[in-house]
């Protein structure tokens, strides 16, 4: 769980990006018109990922269909978050949901943008005593917007979902980068929730220096951590077990018959 | 490739695979994940994967006044909030001995009744999307956001309105309010027909749900089913009815029940449950101007409230099945233990994986969608 020691300060310096790419970019003078296109592109045409984490969901297929229809902003809803532009944090996420949440969140290709809907992202909300959530979202992984309510309204969602819109059109919405610049901080966290052999399949380090955003707090204790206790992947195996069926089955191999 | 050309490999015996369904897919009813093995697109074997949105209730009630308690009650089941805020106050009421007026039990009946056709019309358009028909989804949504209105009129709150408290209601009707209702009402019940031509009637529907997750009384009686997916299978049990509370008595209502007990019959029961909700509101805006009075008993002070010792278990008929509160107090200024008896507990862990097996994989969905499991409410 998040002890007050670990929450950063508000205002204080995020690492230096130390790409050099950027400023080769910038002698172009197309390239701020090319970037400008592209953003603008970008915010007007998003995939939300359709993941009902929390009681916020059922708020979401009015603010989905007809009479708030997302749809007039460029926003659709996604299954898959390989395709997925937007996650929705939905409300109060469990421990078991939290695990789920960050493979999704490293499964989905960058620029993404994550959105906390409902007070329980934010602090914990009116879980704050229970011993199954996990309280402040942006912990656990960088969070573009928040949309504070229990539960806030469709119209609440919409108006969060312009900002966000807003946001990627002036550049603003970089919360991203965060996760490849202080990923120790990010993983560090996400241990101490889930225990220090936690590990994904998704290898953020990698992703960090492929986007030019490897920087000096993207390794660190934790990641070292990380390494130790690497191990390959297991392989898939049936876990749903029927004895009745796996009698039959090896008595049916032995009589050489199929079914 | 030529017919002539095929010929079938012959897998050996035991070829199975797992597939996982949820928590993140759209088949699912909400934050649920429910694990097939399959042979071919014959599931063999299902097994639940709930606790997805475990908060841990009964343990966060302990810690809270009673009057504290309210605000979270609503939170266990989203889609229909209402009877688990009426079962707890009717559980505080019990130990306390508090005599609700007339008034506000009229008041509860009618909360009561929106709330399930607001449940009834998200769950059968959810049930339609998962057979491939989207426009009755839309329908749906469209028509129980007319039902959020009059509940933001009448609560102050769209989704979770805590309007009830121990010994009453938190506050009386607005002006004009019966009128909108009625209103509303009219409309719903002029939809009605369109639904029935959209999808009660649509043979897409039918034959895919037909004949899909069939229980027999028997089944369901063992299993624990309870609510429409209980009446479904022809057997006339409501609570409302068998076992009245508030004024339940008083109303003139119909118990609609279905013989086959599959999907079919499930979406059927449902459909004609909107009609009788409808049929109990029009009595109870027609009964309320009559009432004058007081909307609720004076109280003890709430943040002081030692709640008599003893232990109670109220139930209530949710649009989900039967909902029930078992309260114990030890005299103290919060409960001594909480549990809820909630209905999806066993429509979404024990019976769907009775009916998964031997389905075929596309209709594990329609299945969890016409058994109305509410996913908060199995991990609560």
Known sequence: MTHIDQVPTPGAPLPVEIG???????????????????????????FMLHY????????????????????????????????????????????????????????????????????????????????????????????????????????????????????????????????????????????RLFGADWQTSTDVIAEARHYDLFGPATLGAHTALLEQHQRPLEALEMRIEIPELMRRRSRSDQDGTAQ | MRPENYEAQRQPPSYDYELNIGPNHPGIEGNYAFKLRLNGDRVIAGRADAGYLHRGFEKLMEGRLWIQNLAITPRICVPDPVPMEVSYCLAVEDLCGLVVPERAQWLRVMQLELSRIAAHLFIFGGHAATTGMYTPMF????????????????????????????????????????????????????????????????????????????????????WGVTGPNLRATGLKFDVRRDDPYLVYDQLEFEIPTEAPGDAWARALVRRREIKESIRIIRQVVARLPTLAGPIRCPIPNPLAWNVPAGSTYTRVESSKGELAWYVVSDGGERPYRTHVRGPSQMHAVQVLEQLAIGCRIEDVAQIMFSLDACPPEVDR
């Open chain 1, 20 to 46: 050099v790419k950027a400023g080769a970019a910038r002698t172009n003078p197309f390239a701020r018109v090319f970037d400008e296109l592209v953003r603008f592109a970008q915010s007007r045409s998003l």
């Open chain 2, 139 to 222: 329908w749906g949504i469209a028509d129980r956001d007319l039902i959020l209105d009059l509940f933001e009129e009448m609560t102050g709150g769209r989704v979770y309105h805590i309007y009830n408290i121990p010994g009453g209601v938190r506050r009386d009707l607005p002006d004009g309010f019966g009128e909108r209702v009625t209103n509303t009402l009219d409309y719903l019940e002029s939809r009605l027909p369109d639904y029935d031509n959209l999808l009660f009637t649509n043979q897409v529907f039918v034959h895919r749900a037909r004949g899909c997750g069939p229980i027999s009384q028997q089944q369901a009686l063992e």
């Open chain 1, 52 to 191: 009902c984490t929390g009681c916020g969901a059922v708020e979401l297929p009015p603010a989905m269909t007809s009479r708030f229809d997302m749809e007039r902003l460029g926003i659709q809803p996604m299954v898959s978050p390989r395709q997925a532009d937007i996650l929705l944090i939905t409300g109060y996420v469990s421990v078991k949901t939290l695990k789920r949440v960050i493979l999704t969140y490293e499964q989905m290709n960058s620029p993404k943008y994550v959105i906390g809907i409902c007070s329980c992202t934010v602090n914990g909300g009116m879980y704050w005593q229970s011993y199954a959530t996990a309280k402040k979202l942006n912990d656990y992984m960088p969070v573009d917007i928040y949309i504070a309510g229990c539960m806030p309204r469709p119209e609440a969602v919409i108006e969060g979902l312009r900002g966000l819109i807003e946001n990627i059109r002036t550049g603003r919405a970089d919360a991203w980068k965060d996760y490849y610049r202080r990923y120790d901080y990010y993983l560090g966290n996400q241990q």
